[in-house]
């Protein structure tokens, strides 16, 4: 049963820091993670798509690392701003299905 | 190129009757995801949906919630005789098969 864990559930840092978001995944057996953001009371906006075979992506400030064998992913931010204040979510799927598992997520606020 | 459109955006509806949520995906996508969202939860998947083919139901409650995504027109999830309990957000999100996900803003159902 594939669960996933997202630490820290909150941070709160002044502008300009670089940050370090974590998943983790029970099951290895996964074809893709993928990193959103969720603005409240919004919909979820696509960040990143890392493939199994990929070991990183990168979109602007953003970094996403995946390492498959010791179940984790993280999501670096760089030079934080105060637009970047969000939730932030990570998906798995569950080995052999289709169904995708969230993260509770981690909670950002970046200070102007 | 018009993202995922879900409608309606909020939905009141009393104790019994059915509600309907519909989704349109992005153009050139044949599959739709629907999640939930209790308040102050992490998102759940529901169902996983190619035109014409419900291909993953793991996560529909079974019963009273139905879903469908016909040929022509937008995927459609049903939840009939609505409780108190099914009070939350629900959001679809639209892909090619496997890849990344595109969400919609999401439906807001609220039972009285």
């Known amino acids: 049963k594939q669960e996933v864990t997202q630490i820290p559930a909150a941070l709160s840092v002044p502008e300009g820091e670089n940050l370090v978001l974590n998943c983790s995944f029970t099951?290895?057996?996964?074809?893709?993670l993928q990193w959103f953001r969720q603005d409240p009371g919004k919909g979820l906006t696509s960040l990143l798509l890392?493939?199994?075979?990929?070991r990183e992506q990168t979109s602007g400030r953003l970094n996403a690392s995946l390492d498959k064998s010791s179940g984790r992913s993280t999501l670096y931010i760089a030079a934080s701003q105060p637009g970047d204040s969000a939730t932030y979510l990570c998906?798995?799927?569950?080995?052999?299905?289709?169904?995708?598992?969230f993260g509770t997520g981690t909670r950002l606020k970046v200070l102007a | 190129n018009a993202g995922v459109m879900q409608n309606p955006r909020h939905l009141v509806r009393r104790r019994g009757q059915e509600a309907r949520l519909r989704c349109s995906p992005m153009?050139?996508?044949?599959?739709v995801y629907w999640y939930r969202q209790l308040p102050e939860e992490g998102l759940k998947f529901m169902v996983y949906?190619?035109?014409?083919?419900?291909?993953?139901e793991s996560g529909m409650p079974k019963e009273r919630f139905s879903a469908e995504f016909p040929k022509e027109g937008p995927s459609i999830l049903r939840i009939q005789q609505v409780v108190r309990g099914d009070s939350a957000a629900y959001f679809c999100?639209?892909?090619?098969?496997?890849?990344?996900?595109?969400f919609g803003p999401g439906t807001r159902l609220t039972v009285t």
């Open positions: 998906a798995v799927p569950t080995s052999g299905t289709y169904k995708y598992i």
């Open positions: 999100a639209s892909t090619v098969d496997q890849g990344e996900q595109y």
């Open positions: 949906l190619q035109k014409e083919n419900i291909i993953d």
């Open positions: 153009k050139g996508h044949s599959h």
């Open positions: 890392i493939q199994s075979s990929q």
């Open positions: 099951d290895s057996a996964i074809y893709n």
